[in-house]
C-alpha cells in the first residue's frame, strides 16, 4: 500500500512563503515523475509543477519564477517551494507520483489527501 502525505499548507500574507512536503511511503521501488496540482472548489485540477526522475521540472506559466518544485529521492520526497504568494494562488494543492511497487511492474499514479493553502492579510 502506497500513501502521499501532504503537509506545510496554512495561511500565509500575500508575498509571503510556503514550502509545502509530500512523502511517499509504503511499498516502493521507485518513484518517477512526481506533481504538484492545485484545486478551487468547482473547478478542474491544475497542474502547477512536474519534477522527472532526473529532475528535470516543468511549470505553469503563472508561478515560474515563484514556485520551485525539487525532490528528495532517499526520502521519497518531493517539495513545492512558493514565493510571493498572491491571492490568486489560494487553493488546495495536491502531491501526485508514478510509483512502481515492483522492479519489473509498470507504475501506478497515486493522488494524495490536498494541503489548504490560504493567502490573505
Known amino acids: 500500500q502506497v500513501q502521499l502525505v501532504e503537509s506545510g499548507g496554512g495561511l500565509v500574507r500575500p508575498g509571503g512563503s510556503l514550502r509545502l512536503s509530500c512523502a511517499a511511503s509504503?511499498?516502493?521501488?521507485?518513484?518517477?515523475?512526481m506533481r504538484w496540482y492545485r484545486q478551487a472548489p468547482g473547478k478542474q485540477r491544475e497542474l502547477v509543477a512536474a519534477i522527472t526522475s532526473g529532475s528535470s521540472t516543468n511549470y505553469a506559466g503563472s508561478v515560474r519564477g515563484r514556485f520551485t518544485i525539487s525532490r528528495d529521492n532517499a526520502k521519497n520526497t518531493v517539495y513545492l517551494q512558493m514565493n510571493s504568494l498572491r491571492p490568486e494562488n489560494e487553493d488546495v494543492y495536491y502531491c501526485?507520483?508514478?510509483?512502481?511497487?515492483?522492479?519489473?511492474?509498470?507504475?501506478?499514479?497515486?493522488w494524495g489527501q490536498g494541503t489548504q493553502v490560504t493567502v490573505s492579510s
Open positions: 509504503g511499498t516502493i521501488f521507485s518513484i518517477n515523475a
Open positions: 501526485n507520483a508514478d510509483i512502481l511497487v515492483r522492479r519489473y511492474s509498470g507504475s501506478t499514479n497515486y
